[in-house]
């Protein structure tokens, strides 16, 4: 884990991968990967700990699920969203995710959009 004091977690490497892209900023991005297990959440809460952690994950069904055990580990994590109609973070267009990132005061390369 990097030193940066900004960390987005994701569901996948696409996602990962999408929002490299786009950010500005030193960010750290961590993969859940789908799932996460009880000793890596222990993990990740200690690497974590006085960091300004965001959640951006899939808006469906197993997004909700991850996003609510993120919830309970994270309480004061920032929650990203992205519109439902997308579903998913790899599938939403550039511009759709540089918009939610800065609405987090997240700079992003706006211009690549």
Request: proline residues 0%; neutral net charge; glycine residues 8%.
């Given at each position: 884990?990097?030193?940066?004091?900004?960390?987005?977690?994701v569901e996948g490497r696409s996602d990962k991968k999408k929002i490299e892209n786009l950010v500005k900023e030193p960010i750290e991005i961590i993969c859940t990967n789908g799932t996460i297990s009880r000793s890596k959440l222990d993990e990740w809460s200690e690497a974590l700990y006085?960091?300004?952690?965001?959640?951006?994950v899939d808006a469906d069904e197993a997004g909700e699920r991850l996003r609510k055990q993120l919830r309970r580990e994270f309480p004061e994590a920032e929650h990203l969203y992205i519109d439902r109609?997308?579903?998913?973070v790899a599938a939403a267009p550039k511009q759709h995710i540089a918009m939610v990132?800065?609405?987090a005061n997240i700079d992003v390369h706006v211009d690549d959009l």
């Open positions: 884990m990097t030193d940066s004091g900004k960390v987005i977690i006085n960091k300004e952690v965001f959640i951006l109609t997308y579903r998913e990132l800065l609405g």
